[in-house]
């Protein structure tokens, strides 16, 4: 399967496998898409790349995991969403697209599961980054120093919703208007729907850890706290949500 370039940071999916050719009575109509700016591609979604080697968070979150929770987990994900949209009128749409159009649809609960799973995935894999002290930007600083009081207190209130979190989930801190705040989400929801801006993600799902910290989630999620969040990826959200 083909993959999606490294340095990208934007979320959306994009492919890189050519159209199919399309047949005499859909050319016309593409054709006139293409010359409105909608994108006329019914491509499949890819699954993107991880943006660093699946051996590159250990210990915290190891190769096996990664391989695991990558190439299985949100793989079957995207394949899940290309098998339900095929031939409707919801193929080659971007995630937040179909997350967005299939929230308030009950019937289409389970390509929304897919979708905004597949977005939540995409979402943590740039929330983290290989070991390493990397100072947070000033302006990211500002905002956890008005909003938490200190980065203790941002973590200590995170990893507290994270282990209140019921079953499977995601911990996240996000932008809620000027102010920033931490919150959960069960299962596949997403601060997408919720008017907020996320920040940065944390998978509280048993596959993100089982492998290396078996039922013990305070353990995985203190080190993704210590060792693996991306201040960098979360500043540059921030950023673009007071340009937005
Ligand atoms: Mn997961």
């Keep these: 399967m083909s993959q999606g370039t490294l340095e990208n940071a934007s979320i959306s999916i994009r492919s890189t496998t050519p159209s199919p050719a399309p047949s005499a009575g859909t050319a016309t109509k593409a054709a006139k898409e293409r010359a409105g700016g909608i994108h006329a591609s019914n491509s499949p979604l890819v699954l993107k790349a991880l943006p660093y080697r699946e051996d590159a968070l250990e210990p915290a979150i190891s190769a096996r995991t990664l391989a695991l929770h990558h190439g299985q987990h949100h793989r079957a994900y995207i394949d899940s969403i290309n098998r339900m949209v095929a031939g409707t009128s919801l193929a080659g749409r971007p995630l937040e697209s179909l997350i967005r159009a299939t929230a308030a649809m009950p019937a289409q609960i389970e390509l929304f599961n897919n979708a905004a799973q597949a977005?939540?995935?995409?979402?943590?894999?740039?929330?983290?980054?290989?070991?390493?002290?990397?100072?947070?930007?000033?302006?990211?600083?500002?905002?956890?120093?008005?909003?938490?009081?200190?980065?203790?207190?941002?973590?200590?209130?995170?990893?507290?919703?994270?282990?209140?979190?019921?079953?499977?989930?995601?911990?996240?801190?996000?932008?809620?208007?000027?102010?920033?705040?931490?919150?959960?989400?069960?299962?596949?929801?997403?601060?997408?729907?919720?008017?907020?801006?996320?920040?940065?993600?944390?998978?509280?799902?048993?596959?993100?850890?089982?492998?290396?910290?078996?039922?013990?989630?305070?353990?995985?999620?203190?080190?993704?706290?210590?060792?693996?969040?991306?201040?960098?990826?979360?500043?540059?959200?921030?950023?673009?949500?007071?340009?937005?």
């Design 119 to 244: 977005w939540n995935h995409e979402f943590y894999w740039q929330s983290l980054r290989p070991r390493g002290a990397a100072p947070v930007a000033p302006s990211l600083q500002r905002s956890i120093d008005a909003s938490f009081g200190s980065m203790q207190s941002l973590k200590a209130e995170l990893a507290a919703a994270c282990m209140l979190q019921f079953g499977s989930g995601w911990g996240w801190l996000v932008a809620d208007g000027n102010k920033l705040r931490v919150i959960t989400t069960s299962n596949a929801d997403t601060p997408l729907l919720h008017g907020l801006k996320p920040l940065l993600a944390i998978d509280l799902w048993e596959h993100a850890y089982y492998i290396d910290h078996q039922n013990r989630r305070a353990e995985y999620v203190a080190a993704v706290l210590d060792q693996l969040l991306n201040w960098d990826f979360a500043a540059q959200k921030l950023a673009r949500t007071r340009h937005s």
